[in-house]
């Protein structure tokens, strides 16, 4: 049986808002974060509720893959599918690191992507 799991976005990061707003309108295919133990259950066919302030969605997950740092998940996925906005390794690098503490947890961690439907 799936399981639900609860991403939430911080509503006051810009960032963060246009993650959720992108997500919603089926832009954003893929979304990436530190692989944390947080994250380790999450798997395919699993539902993500997406939270953003007062408002929220679902979405099916249709793959989920692991990957050790951003370029390598840049081999296999493009920038516009995980933040439509951006246009390159350094731009999606510089909005990563603009999270507190996130390029040590990527470092550390890696990066989960999930591909929702």
């Given amino acids: 049986m799936a399981s639900k799991h609860v991403l939430r976005f911080n509503a006051t990061n810009k960032n963060s808002r246009l993650s959720f707003d992108f997500l919603m309108s089926g832009e954003k295919k893929i979304e990436t974060r530190a692989a944390t133990v947080r994250y380790k259950d999450i798997k395919k066919g699993d539902v993500l509720v997406f939270v953003c302030g ?64």
Avoid: T
């Avoid at 999606?92 to 890696?110: H, M, R």
């Fill in 54 to 117: 007062g408002r929220k969605f679902e979405k099916k997950i249709k793959n989920i893959k692991l990957f050790g740092g951003i370029g390598q998940m840049l081999k296999v996925y493009k920038v516009k599918d995980i933040m439509p906005n951006l246009n390159s390794l350094a731009d999606l690098e510089k909005a990563y690191y603009s999270f507190p503490g996130y390029k040590e947890k990527i470092k550390k961690f890696g990066l989960i992507a999930v591909v929702v439907k």
